[in-house]
């Protein structure tokens, strides 16, 4: 890794700053590239006892389309990402949960943005009232595991943070002993 | 979906440029966000025949970071994804490839930011000498399926277009006949 030598904020936003930021390469280049940065976020894969997961259908200015997403939010300063993960999951679907289990992290942009997104399973679900954000537009969905397969499959669910947060969700399934298996 | 009202340049780069985008919501509020512009890009699983995949450790500016991903790459003007994966593969790994196969396409971070993602799996790899662009820094690295779910699975492997890439991969294998099953 050849050191950052100058990092210099030349716009902040709501949702991220960018950062014009400059390195010399072992050729003795030097590059400049602006840099997004992004307090980081969480997204949650919230499953009910009968195993179907809950989705947001989430109006989304930046690519002009309404997505199927899992639940997410950015970072509030000084949040640890487990209490987001609850907050969040509150705010936009309405549920609580018993539990909260890490399931890894991830970089959702690392070509140009240091976003940091924690993903967390949430188990124990209780119905409440969803109270989403001023400007967030959410409609809340419950799918069964065949047709969540079924839009990744056939493109319908496009976003690629749930699609890495499923990747993880899945490997976790995997690794666990299986009901009634001999350890 | 609330149309975007308006969306004005206020910065351009070598990665992406960033709009000041407005609209109006329900209640008649309107909303003022930045919006990073990106051209879009390609992700390649490459398999080699003894069903190796090949990865590049890529130094990452913008989180400080070598990280172990897919080899990827943005679309150049008007050049199509397949193209563009084809040589992104020959660029950053040396690899020529017999087939391309699409996987899916997907949003990277589209709560502020338009990157598609175009994956393809690549097949029938033929070694060869990797060529990166000026200010790229990669170091090409072959590892078994094994190798790589374990990198998944203990954090070692934490970009998020890389994982949604091996879950569209993985659902193909899922959806593929399986060698001698009856059709």
């Not at 989304?60 to 640890?80: M, Y």
Request: aromatic share 6%; charged share 25%; with cysteine.
């Amino acid at each position: 890794m050849h050191p950052t030598i100058t990092s210099q904020q030349v716009l902040s936003g709501t949702i991220f700053d960018v950062d014009r930021a400059s390195w010399v390469l072992a050729s003795g280049d030097q590059i400049e590239r602006f840099v997004v940065r992004h307090p980081g976020a969480v997204t949650i894969v919230p499953v009910l006892d009968d195993g179907s997961v809950v989705l947001v259908r989430n109006a989304r200015i930046a690519v002009g389309a309404r997505l199927w997403e899992l639940p997410a939010g950015k970072l509030e300063p000084d949040e640890p990402p487990v209490e987001t993960a609850r907050r969040e999951l509150s705010e936009e679907t309405g549920y609580t949960c018993a539990q909260l289990i890490p399931l890894g992290t991830f970089y959702t942009s690392p070509g140009f943005c240091d976003e940091v997104m924690h993903c967390f399973l949430a188990e124990g679900l209780r119905a409440g009232v969803a109270h989403p954000e001023p400007g967030e537009d959410l409609i809340v969905e419950t799918v069964t595991p065949e047709e969540l397969w079924s839009m990744v499959d056939d493109g319908t669910l496009i976003d690629g943070k749930t699609m890495a947060a499923l990747l993880l969700w899945q490997r976790r399934l995997a690794r666990l002993p299986r009901p009634g298996a001999r350890v």
